[in-house]
């Protein structure tokens, strides 16, 4: 474990908004996990790529960055293996390895930015596909007990875009991920657009890597690129309302897009509510939205930390008063309220 001589944090975080934090050190070998367990230390968060964070104010707390790597197939049986990632890995760069051993079942992740550490916290999902669906376990520190845990998938509480890591936040520091993945392709190409997209490539009979460009095709025609238009993905949760509220919904405004959970409840589109509240594309100095993706906020350059915070609530008081509706923010946001 290391102390790095800075505090400043514009470079750990895809938002690229200057902040400061008390302390930062990196994580790099686990044999440096009892150090960092001993030291004294003040609020500690653990980050990855800082890829799903605001900070609207600095940190008042020690950051450790989780830098962990390594990856390797523990078990394998006739129809699945199971892999083990090391958190501090980059997510896109370990769904290309596990393509690479022939295995399948996150080719619909590919290229969601951020680290394997954090893919449970929030549950990734895209394309018709979520972690949960293929997560067997996450070991981690927990800090409130001062010992290594190993949780079950279904200890997680794993849920849209939610998790026992995202509703304790700072009481468990992720150390790696067992994934349970398919020796034979198991391929899910229901998502709109999906098989279009295969189609327009001129394949016919995907393979799971077929899937996964196709899946990065799609995601750069819609998404902009965080290295170069700095944003943390989708900022709002798409919301769930019960179907009843959404057949009140859809008497004014029929075209909003839906899909039934399966149960008494729908998702409706964030990005749509927003698009119709006029702010696609919308500037206020350097904040903005994508005026690709109404779901995105983005840092057109000297954005503070604030001034994306204050859109956001600006975002969300104007579908509160269109739709009375409520949006979520969906990364963590640091502010002293
Ligand atoms: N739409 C608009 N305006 C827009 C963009 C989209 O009206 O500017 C409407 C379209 O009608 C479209 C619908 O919204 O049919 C859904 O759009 P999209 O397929 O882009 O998906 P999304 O619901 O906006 C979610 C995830 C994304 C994920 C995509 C694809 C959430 C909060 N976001 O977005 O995840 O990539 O589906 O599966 O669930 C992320 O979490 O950072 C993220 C990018």
Known sequence: MKQLPTTKLKDHNSFSVAANCQRLFVLEHLQDLAQLTQTPLHKPMMLGAGTNILFATDYPGDIILNRLQGRQIIDATDKHAY?????????HESVIWILEQGLSGIENLALIPGTVGAAPIQNIGAYGVELSDTLELVEAWDRKHMRAVMLKANDCQLSYRDS????????????????????KPRLRLGYSGLKQKLDSMGIANPLPGDVAAAVCSLRRE?????????NVGSFFKNPIIDNTHLQQLLQNYPELPHWGQGDASSKISAAWLIEKCGYKGYRKGAAGISDQHALIL???????????????KEIQNAVQLEFKLSLQAEPRIIHSS
């Not at 819609?222 to 700095?230: C, G, I, M």
């Open 222 to 230: 819609k998404l902009p690129d965080p290295t170069l238009l700095p």
């Open 83 to 91: 892999v083990r990632i090391q958190a501090g890995n980059n997510w």
């Open 298 to 312: 983005v840092n057109h350059g000297s954005a503070s930390g604030i001034d994306l915070w204050k859109l956001a």
């Open 164 to 183: 026992i890591f995202r509703q304790q936040a700072d009481r468990f520091w992720i150390l790696n991920i067992t994934l349970k993945l398919s020796r």
